[in-house]
């Protein structure tokens, strides 16, 4: 220990080594839990001399995984960074420290410290955690206990959900469309219905399904009938629910999903299901075989007839091998490339939205967790990969290279006899006239390297004679803003028939004025918005959702007027483009709105 001397004679008292303190509680219901480790953990620096300088708290956290555990990766960091100032870690016991299912995985974070010269304590332990053989027998054996009791557990809670779910009463989740949640005491009498976002605050007290708005049922109904007696596919009764007005489940629009959701949910028959899907002891989500579901058979009162939801279930598992939007699904990785290169052969370039506007392929998403990404599907087939490639807001295709774009005015000027700045405006399939004036630095470079020539009675030289009246140029500057609905340098430059940008600002001192002559105000010039910076993902994604809440729809514009967000640059240069941002929340610029 250190030592310092105190008064004349000399002395010697040792000085308290510096310690942390890690905490853990698995759940929220633990009130006291840490303060319990907190009391065992002072007690036992003070009679080994030691002083707590800071704490890492895990609050609600299970001991099974370490990902969740946010506390113990900042120790494990700032031990491994070597600049702490403690060179102790007090821990309650080793079931704090981790109920890992591997051992392992416990010793393998203690060696982690140990090899940074810090060492850890288990303060309610009989032990001494010193290193010797005896300590590590018994350390090991504890850790085995530790795990053994979370498996234990997670036994007798699945024994006790089972019995639960057979008698009926519902495990948690949504209610459903058409459905309520009725809360009832230990011998089952009714209190009152529970509300979205209301739990049951008993754990004596229990949740049954039943009946909920006339309205809601009915309309389960007619999903029903339109599936089965009208062969409507789920988009169809999606399209004409959103048609008539109605909302699906909390005010949402409706999707083919959640149509298919109903149909094949057998709790609209009376049936509550449950154990479809598994997660024990913090592993991944399984879904189980249907040997393995628990079904409670009447429940509830059936709200459909059991004839018809047959029928819908006969329909779903004759549709062959397709999904519920018509794609292809189950193929072969050979089957999903061979039709992968077919689409890039006749397109000559491969992207997510061409992919998903091909219904005979199976959807991005796919390709993606198939292969591991797109760029390797892309590459498989021979055909190059963008970062970014895709469409434009207005359907343009961007991302595209030097020879793409000039195959693209080349196949235009096929088609049309001739090129103009308004033919190329007017088309999709290319990009527009400022790209092509970005890429080769004028439309007529990309007209010389296709071979086109274009009338020289529609090219004014670029030139402009001094004594050209002020007025010329100005409209010049009006037809481009009627033509394309703002201005820009790259704009003005891009119009081969035209004053330069260089002609306006030697006429008329600077491009802002010349913009204030005729009326129009720069967008950049505009007085200074301070918006909110540095937030995370998913603030500026839930701002957005906001955004669409509020006005229905999302676009360029709005995000500019809206003062509150993020601009459109920040939400391009965190998620690539607006699109993919768009997609993030379930919007699509063609209609679709957000998702329930």
């Keep these: 220990m250190d030592t310092s001397e105190i008064g004349g004679e000399g002395l010697v008292l040792p000085q308290p080594t510096l310690a942390a303190q890690y905490l853990r509680k698995s759940t929220d219901h633990q009130k006291y839990s840490t303060e319990n480790q907190r009391e065992v953990i002072g007690a036992y620096a003070a009679a080994h001399s030691m002083e707590v300088v800071r704490t890492y708290s895990d609050e609600g956290i299970s001991g099974l995984t370490f990902e969740k555990r946010n506390a113990l990766k900042q120790l494990i960091l700032d031990v491994q960074a070597g600049q702490v100032p403690f060179g102790v870690i007090l821990v309650y016991d080793v079931s704090r420290w981790g109920r890992y299912q591997d051992v392992d995985e416990s010793a393998y974070y203690e ?41 234990e557990l997670s036994t007798r809670v699945f024994a006790g959900q089972t019995r639960l779910a057979s008698r009926g009463y519902m495990l948690g989740g949504f209610a459903g469309y058409g459905l309520s949640r009725l809360l ?26 039943v009946p909920g708005d006339p309205d809601q049922i009915a309309i389960v109904r007619l999903i029903f009938s339109m599936f089965v007696r009208d062969r409507m596919s789920e988009r169809q009764i999606a399209d004409v629910l959103n048609k008539r007005g109605i909302k699906s489940g909390y005010g949402h629009a409706w999707r083919q999903t959640v149509v298919l959701r109903i149909l094949s949910n057998e709790k609209y028959i009376g049936n509550n299901v449950w154990n479809r899907n598994s997660c024990k002891l913090q592993t991944r989500i399984r879904r189980n075989d249907p040997a393995l579901w628990v079904r409670a058979e009447g429940a509830l009162p059936a709200i459909v007839d059991p004839d018809m939801f047959e029928a819908a279930q006969g329909i779903l598992k004759t549709r062959g091998k397709t999904t519920t939007v018509g794609r292809p699904r189950n193929l072969s990785n050979e089957e999903m490339l061979r039709r992968l290169q077919g689409l890039f ?45 895709g469409f434009t807001r207005s359907g343009r295709p961007r991302g595209l290279s030097n020879d793409e774009m000039l195959a693209g005015l080349r196949q235009l000027w096929k088609e049309r006899g001739d090129l103009t700045e308004e033919i190329i405006q007017q088309s999709k399939a290319v990009p527009g006239v400022a790209a092509y004036f970005t890429r080769f630095g004028s439309l007529l470079r990309a007209y010389q390297l296709i071979g086109f020539v274009p009338d020289s009675r529609r090219i004014r030289p670029r030139r402009i004679a001094p004594n050209t009246p002020d007025e010329v140029l100005l409209d010049s ?65 839930r701002a957005l959702r906001r955004l669409l809440r509020e006005r229905g729809r999302l676009s360029q514009e709005l995000l500019t007027e809206a003062k509150w967000l993020p601009s459109y640059h920040e939400y391009c ?6 699109t993919q941002a768009y997609d993030l929340i379930g919007y699509s610029h063609r209609g679709l709105r957000l998702r329930p």
């Design 184 to 209: 009832v005491d230990q011998n089952g009498t009714p209190k009152y219905t529970l509300a979205y976002g209301e739990r049951k605050s008993l754990a004596t007290d229990r949740v049954l399904l």
């Design 477 to 541: 500057l009006r037809d481009l803003l009627r033509r394309y609905g703002r201005l820009s340098k790259t704009i003005i430059n891009a119009c081969g028939t035209g004053p330069s940008h260089t002609a306006i600002v030697s006429r008329f001192g600077g491009l802002l004025r010349a913009y204030k002559l005729i009326g129009y105000e720069a967008g950049w010039y505009r007085e200074r918005i301070v918006r909110p910076r540095d937030l995370s993902d998913r603030d500026m994604l």
């Design 345 to 389: 052969r006749k397109h000559g370039y491969l992207s997510r939205p061409l992919i998903d506007k091909n219904h005979d392929l199976p959807s991005s998403e796919a390709y993606f967790r198939r292969f591991g990404g797109l760029k390797i599907a892309f590459e498989s087939v021979g055909a190059p990969y963008r970062w970014g490639q």
């Design 111 to 151: 060696f982690i410290c140990r090899r940074a010269g810090v060492a850890v304590h288990y303060c309610a332990e009989q032990f001494a955690n010193d290193g010797s053989t005896v300590a590590a027998l018994i350390k090991g054996l504890k850790r085995v206990m530790a795990g053994e009791y979370s498996r």
């Design 573 to 578: 240069r965190r998620f690539g483009t607006l």
